[in-house]
């Protein structure tokens, strides 16, 4: 093979990869856009338990009826930033809270319930909205929709840099 058939393998190859996964991320965005907009029915969920899938991540459990039917689901949000300090002599209060934007914010220290920390930002029994598609109504969102989330923003800077990075190599490899 040829360098400059390398070349245009390199390009083609990662190149497209780079193409797929920008496509992917905007198709991804596109979804949960339309899936939120189709949320147009509100109903008051109640706050079950807690989910806790580890590192320091937690979410609400609600629950909600829809012409009396229960359905389950969970809060989402835009992403987690969880800040974790240790030492010996530092005493570290945790919390935890939402901003604005719906990111979950998460700091800990040596030694942390993330049980009571969930506690205290949802209490069990206490109320939330939660938004649901009338025609489908175990597809909703709880408080807010996200409408921009963390994968679908890194699948297009991931493709985005493969793109990037395939245009170089080929022009470097045709020098």
């Not at 039917?69 to 209060?93: A, D, E, R």
């Amino acid at each position: 093979m040829s360098e400059i058939q390398i070349a245009w393998l390199e390009l083609i190859t990662v190149g497209g990869l780079g193409i797929i996964l920008v496509l992917l991320g905007v198709i991804l965005n596109i979804t949960v856009k339309r899936q939120s907009q189709l949320c147009t029915e509100q109903t008051d969920g109640i706050v079950k338990g807690y989910g806790f899938p580890g590192d320091g991540k937690m979410y609400p459990i609600v629950e909600y009826f829809v012409n009396g039917s229960c359905y389950k689901t969970k809060k989402k949000f835009c992403g987690i930033k969880i800040t974790k300090i240790f030492g010996l002599h530092i005493s570290v209060k945790s919390e935890a809270y939402e901003d604005e934007k719906g990111w979950r914010h998460v700091k800990t220290g040596p030694i942390a319930n993330l049980r009571e920390l969930a506690e205290q930002l949802w209490p069990i029994g206490s109320k939330m909205a939660v938004y649901y598609n009338p025609n489908h109504p175990k597809k909703c969102y709880v408080e807010r929709p996200i409408l921009k989330s963390f994968a679908c923003e890194m699948f297009i800077i991931m493709g985005m840099v493969m793109i990037l990075l395939s245009v170089l190599v080929f022009f470097l490899i045709r020098l």
